[in-house]
Nanobody
Framework: VQLQASGGGLVEAGDSLRLSCTDSRRTFSNNAVGWFRQAPGKEREFVASIGWNSRYQNYADSVKGRFAISRDVVRSTVYLQMNSLKPEDTAIYYC??????????????WGQGTLVTVSS
């Protein structure tokens, strides 16, 4: 598994962005995948996760109803659709793959981050 996150940028409050997490080795189709974020001066926090077949999805309370995680097995890509963005969503967003088909314990593989900045 080799992950690469993309799609970050500078947007205004209320705007939308879609982040992508692609496995260049195309081997994570059976792995759960999660998105995490780290804001300046804060610890990294969980955002959302998705199981291998997309039936399992979980979200942090702070993003429920605004963010949606999905995956495209053919493209070996997991997406994070972020709507109604708020300044407090500003952070570096990381994708990570777990060792199994559901998100248990800590992720095993991490990609580099992509910066999301939301202006007020």
């Amino acid at each position: 598994v080799q992950l690469q996150a993309s799609g970050g940028g500078l947007v205004e409050a209320g705007d939308s962005l879609r982040l992508s997490c692609t496995d260049s080795r195309r081997t994570f189709s059976n792995n759960a995948v999660g998105w995490f974020r780290q804001a300046p001066g804060k610890e990294r926090e969980f955002v959302a996760s998705i199981g291998w077949n997309s039936r399992y999805q979980n979200y942090a309370d702070s993003v429920k109803g605004r963010f949606a995680i999905s995956r495209d097995v053919v493209r070996s890509t997991v997406y994070l659709q972020m709507n109604s963005l708020k300044p407090e969503d500003t952070a570096i967003y990381y994708c990570a793959a777990y060792g199994g088909s559901l998100p248990a314990n800590s992720p095993r593989y991490w990609g580099q981050g992509t910066l999301v900045t939301v202006s007020s």
